[in-house]
């Protein structure tokens, strides 16, 4: 008898206006109201329910949202609730392999979130795959719906996967601070659960770079373990611009320290052997920003240097 009554209340209850969106509008409650129709279709109402939630609007809360001129409401009540959407594993697959951007990989989906979500796309980015603790257990992949506003929800799934991944190989110990050489290092293809989204380097971005350690013969060569090499050297020479208002003076000199475009250095003049700062702005170039402490500022050093 109860569970009768129950669905006859059920039965009874006005079906639910889906909302797809943060916002209710006019051309949202115009399917049930159409008197609604005459007035701006994306006229904000207030906020929609959270996912999973319902809203009752009455009669006499739009009544005086549109006050005395607004258009006559019949005395009713409107259910609204937000469009949602279930997750299912054909939508899942879609959004992880986007997310490995044409890498080979074999992909099972085991188990994801049931709940009901937002309408939106969804996106699994690589940042969010997590290595589970054993091999034989699935991996936790963390994503979201991003809704039209750009909001996000999360979602998960545990997924098996194994990916073809190119990596960077030591050919021989990589000392710390020492650029490195083509021959240096070489590729290799591996396969694993966690697709290298930083560690697959081009050709480019190896050479040339220095380690920050020493890295062994045979090891991973890895972005976070290299830096940038610097544009200028201890001991190279250096070409200096200093100015002086208007007038631009070169000078030549000696580096005493390293440094990236940006860093200052100091720099032992050619001309008579007195050190300057200098700020590098490029390979063997800097320019003087100001005095030595106990010395004279750069530009007036410059201005004492013999013009080419």
Not at 163 to 183: D, F, H, M, N, T
Not at 232 to 237: H, I, K, L, N
Not at 261 to 290: C, F, K, L, Q
């Amino acid at each position: 008898m109860i569970l009768m009554l129950l669905m006859l209340s059920a039965a009874s209850q006005p079906a639910c206006i889906p909302v797809d969106g943060e916002r209710i509008y006019t051309a949202d409650l115009a399917r049930e109201i159409p008197s609604l129709a005459a007035l701006p279709s994306r006229t904000a109402l207030g906020y929609a329910p959270a996912p999973g939630a319902r809203r009752v609007i009455r009669a006499a809360e739009l009544q005086r949202f549109f006050g005395p001129r607004g258009p006559q409401l019949p005395d009713t009540e409107l259910c609204v609730e937000r469009a949602t959407q279930s997750l299912d594993r054909a939508g899942i697959l879609d959004a992880m392999r986007a997310a490995l951007g044409g890498r080979a990989a074999s992909l099972e989906v085991v188990d994801w979130s049931h709940d009901l979500v937002p309408r939106g796309s969804l996106q699994f980015p690589l940042s969010g795959l997590r290595a589970a603790p054993h091999e034989v257990e699935p991996a936790l992949w963390q994503g979201w719906v991003v809704t039209r506003e750009g909001r996000r929800y999360p979602i998960s799934a545990h997924v098996r996967i194994s990916v073809e991944s190119v990596r960077w190989v030591a050919q021989q110990e990589l000392k710390a601070g020492i650029p490195i050489l083509p021959q240096a290092v070489r590729t290799e293809t591996v396969s694993t659960s966690l697709p290298l989204r930083s560690q697959a380097l081009e050709s480019a971005a190896v050479t040339g770079r220095v380690p920050r350690r020493t890295i062994a013969a045979g090891s991973a060569v890895q972005p976070d373990m290299l830096d940038a090499a610097p544009e200028v050297g201890t001991g190279e020479t250096v070409r200096v611009e200093a100015r002086s208002g208007s007038v631009v003076l070169k000078l030549e000199g000696i580096s005493q320290t390293k440094g990236r475009r940006g860093d200052i250095v100091m720099v032992r003049t050619a001309w008579n052997g007195r050190h300057i700062r200098a700020r590098v702005t490029g390979p063997g170039s800097a320019e003087a920003v100001g005095p030595v402490a106990g010395g004279p500022t750069a530009t007036r050093l410059a201005a004492t240097e013999p013009r080419p």
